[in-house]
């Protein structure tokens, strides 16, 4: 059955740091894979997806992700954080007509 | 845009009670789903429905039910509240035949004391 794990679940950065929370998936046949948010006081919503063709994927507020198929990851990556980007991020994978969510990645930015 | 409305924000309840989460749909969604989110544990379903009436349990369903009656209507009923249920609580919709993505509600804080 497919799963995902994150490693960090905390996670402390300086404004303009460079990000990358990691998400691992169990290998289950056909692969797609979600970077969902929670902002603050928010609901939850999608980041990006990953469903086929280019492992690189592009999301929302200048978050990208990359399919590596031989390490089974799909890291989120930002290139410079900033204050408004402190959240839970929470890798996912879709099973059946479900979603398995890991456990989340609490982000702190430091302005 | 799809819309997932809750009924309330937070709640307080007593032990023993009999409580109703309500989730609102309108995007004409076949799925529903309810989950409860507790810190370092993400998100955990409780139950799916993917038609009216119909319903499968999740991962945890002991100690709730659900109901669906209507399309866009979906909801969560703690049949006698306990303590080890104050938790948020996520309602979520999708199209069916996935992998589709769910669009959430903003979620109901339960406290039951």
């Known amino acids: ?111 | 845009d799809v819309k997932v409305t809750q009924s309330s924000r937070y709640l307080v309840k007593r032990t023993g009670e009999k409580v109703f989460l309500e989730c609102v749909q309108d995007m004409d969604h076949e799925n529903m789903f309810w989950y409860r989110q507790d810190p370092g544990l993400g998100l955990r379903l409780i139950y799916f429905s993917y038609d009216v009436k119909m319903k499968e349990k999740g991962d945890i369903p002991e100690g709730y039910s659900v109901s669906r009656e209507k399309k866009e209507r979906f909801s969560l009923i703690l049949e006698s509240a306990s303590t080890n249920q104050t938790s948020m609580y996520l309602c979520a919709s999708s199209l069916s035949s996935g992998p589709y993505e769910q669009y959430f509600g903003p979620g109901t804080r339960l406290t039951v004391t």
Request: aromatic residues 14%.
């Open chain 1, 1 to 111: 059955a497919q799963s995902v794990s994150q490693h960090n679940h905390h996670v402390i950065l300086s404004e303009a740091a460079s990000l990358e929370l990691g998400c691992n998936y169990s290998y289950g046949g056909t692969v797609n894979l979600f970077w969902y948010v929670q902002y603050p006081g928010q609901h939850l919503q999608l980041l990006l997806k990953y469903f086929s063709g280019d492992p690189l994927v592009k999301g929302i507020k200048g978050f990208e992700a990359e399919f590596i198929k031989s390490k089974f990851s799909f890291n989120l990556r930002k290139p410079s954080v900033q204050w408004s980007d402190t959240a839970e991020y929470f890798c996912a994978v879709p099973r059946s007509d479900k979603i398995i969510f890991g456990k989340g990645t609490r982000l702190h930015i430091l302005p």
